[in-house]
């Protein structure tokens, strides 16, 4: 059983760039997560998707960021016109229907210059 | 508002003593808590969890207590062991909530 994963793990880009980041979770998981971290601080929920359903997000998350789970499978977050205060730790985790635990993927390290 | 806090940035333990980590909570509606284990680098790692109608729940050489009066929650690890050294994080949400309300961590070092 293959855990929750992430693509990229690191990603550098200039101020002003878009970039997307994909997550897949483990498998007949219905329930999928994107939290930020930065440093000194614990993961902060962004949104969260039951199957393909956007149902929760947070007002962290500004109109420069929209997130996807087209299928209800893996999902992606993608950030427009990228600012340094958005780098940070992008997590993504996934939970089973009737699960109550929510399961981590090792993150995408995102560095705006 | 930080509704969860883990006032101990730091702590160090000596091999085979036992590490106690401390979490409160300042949301009532909190019913469910969790605690996690992250590495530098790596995502965080399920370790432990507790539903409130509990007060203390045991997974090996993890324990996990809930004093729900204090608003209150604590790890407990016997014995530590070197790779328990990492940054441990208490989550809470509650039945309808979708969303992990995370402390700010606690550095454990375990001294050889």
């Known amino acids: 059983d293959t855990g929750v994963s992430q693509d990229p793990r690191h990603k550098i880009t200039k101020r002003g760039q878009n970039v997307t980041f994909r997550c897949d979770p483990i498998s007949e998981h219905n329930r999928l997560y994107w939290y930020r971290q930065t440093l000194g601080q614990g993961p902060e929920f962004l949104t969260y998707?039951?199957?393909?359903?956007?149902?929760?997000k947070s007002r962290l998350l500004s109109d420069r960021f929209s997130a996807e789970r087209p299928k209800g499978s893996f999902s992606t977050l993608e950030i427009q016109r990228t600012e340094q205060g958005d780098s940070a730790m992008y997590l993504c985790?996934?939970?089973?229907?009737?699960?109550?635990?929510?399961?981590f993927g090792p993150g995408t390290r995102l560095t705006v210059l | 508002d930080q509704q969860v806090k883990q006032n101990s940035p730091s702590l160090s333990v000596q091999e085979g003593r036992i590490s106690i980590l401390n979490c409160d909570y300042t949301n009532s509606m909190f019913d469910y808590f969790l605690w996690y284990k992250k590495y530098p680098a790596e995502g965080p790692t399920f370790l432990i969890s507790i539903s409130s109608i509990k007060d203390k729940n045991e997974d090996g050489r993890f324990t996990v207590f809930l004093n729900k009066s204090a608003k209150h929650l604590s790890l407990h690890i016997v014995p530590s062991q070197p790779g328990d050294s990492a940054v441990y994080f208490c989550a809470a949400n509650y039945f309808g909530n979708e969303k992990l309300t995370f402390g700010t961590g606690t550095r454990l070092t375990i001294i050889p």
């Open positions: 998707f039951q199957n393909e359903a956007q149902l929760e």
């Open positions: 985790a996934s939970r089973p229907w009737g699960g109550d635990t929510q399961y």
